[in-house]
Each structure stands twice: as C-alpha cells, then as structure tokens.
C-alpha cells in the first residue's frame, strides 16, 4: 500500500510539473506575441510619422519662396508633389477660364488580321461637364481632374509637344493614363493607341450677338498618337 501510494505522490507531483511547464511554454509564447505585435505597431507608427513630416516638409518647400534648400532638392520636391499634391493660391486670386475647351479622344486598335481600326472621337469633357452639372456637390475629379491635367501640359509643352523635362514626361502620361481610362469607362472594345484632339472655345460676353450663336473654335489642336497599356478584351 505504501509502494502505491508513494507511486500515485510521485505521478501527482510530475503531473503538476507537467502543468507547469507546459503553463510557463504558454506564457512565454504569449509574451513574445505581445512583443513581435507591439514591435509591429511601433514601426508602423513610426512609418507614418516620418511619411506625414517629410510630406510637410516637401510641401512647405514647395511654396516656400525660393532659398538654397529648396534649389537644391527642387526635383526631389517636384517628384512629391506633382502632380498629386500641386499647391497654388489660386483660392485666394482665382484666375478662371477665358474659354472653354472640348478634349476629345479616339483610339486605335490592331486586329489579329493586321488591320487597323480607329474609333469615332468621344468626347471627354461633356462627360465631366454633365456630371458637374446641376449637382450640388460635385467631385474634385469631374471638376478639376481633366481640366486642370491639360492647362498644366500646355504650361509645360508650349505649341508642341516635345517634352524636354522629366515634370513634362511625366504630365504627358498623367494626362494619356487619365484619357485612356476615362474613354475605357464609356466605350467597349480594346485598344493600345489613343489620340486627343481639344477645341478651344471662346466664352462671349453675356447679351451680346456672339452669345447667341455657337462659338467658332479659335484653336483645333491635334496631339500625337500615344501608346497606353492595353484596355478591353
């Protein structure tokens, strides 16, 4: 008797053990999770805060005036806040539009036969202009997207259309990705050309002849063909 109660002491006492270990393995993995998470969260923290300051400091460099600093990483300021972040005070010395202008697009399709099929021009900014249109809250991107991509490549390409500057290459495919896409949204079909046309058209002044007759375009430009990225099937 006292053989197998001394034997039952001894598996309580290595199941109790046991018990132990296997809590304090528990424990541990716990605290290690707890610490690889919190490592985590700190370096996303940290990500964010350093990406917020240094976005606050290439904006205060970009419309700072001019100094040494700002000279001197003009293109890294210029590679941050174009053309996402552009900053101008145009909200408080508005410069509206003397004209308006119809920005066209027509693409190009190569069928598996070798012939080319162009499309009819689609008229990409009545697309904006209806969406805007009686709506009381319209979009930053009906507004301003396509409109504002277009006066800027003209401020960078003059009459042609030779971009002699990485910000110009780099608003010539800003401007070709936002038509390209805009025309896929309204039109079936693939293609891996497009094309743009814009119509400048005067704004006549309000209860003269001229605003009762339809305006005469005063500039019918015709820009390149470009290759985008296939859209459609």
Known sequence: MQAVDTERAQQSESGVSNAGVKGAGTSSKREKTARALHKGLFTVVLMCL?????HVAMVFLHVAPANHVSKRYSSQVNAWVYPLFEQNWRLFAPDPDSANRQILARTSHTAPDGSVQVSGWFDLAAVDSS????????????????????????????????ADSERAVMLQQYLRNIAADRFADHNSG????????????????PGTAASKRPPVPVENRLLPWWKVTRHGN
């Open 50 to 54: 350093v990406t917020a300051l240094t």
């Open 190 to 205: 693939p293609f891996e050309f497009i094309q743009l046309r814009v119509l400048t058209l005067p704004i006549a002044a």
């Open 131 to 162: 969406a805007v249109e009686h709506n009381v809250f319209p979009s930053h991107t009906a507004q301003n997207l396509l409109r504002r991509a277009w006066t800027t490549y003209v401020e960078l390409h003059g009459g042609d259309d030779a």
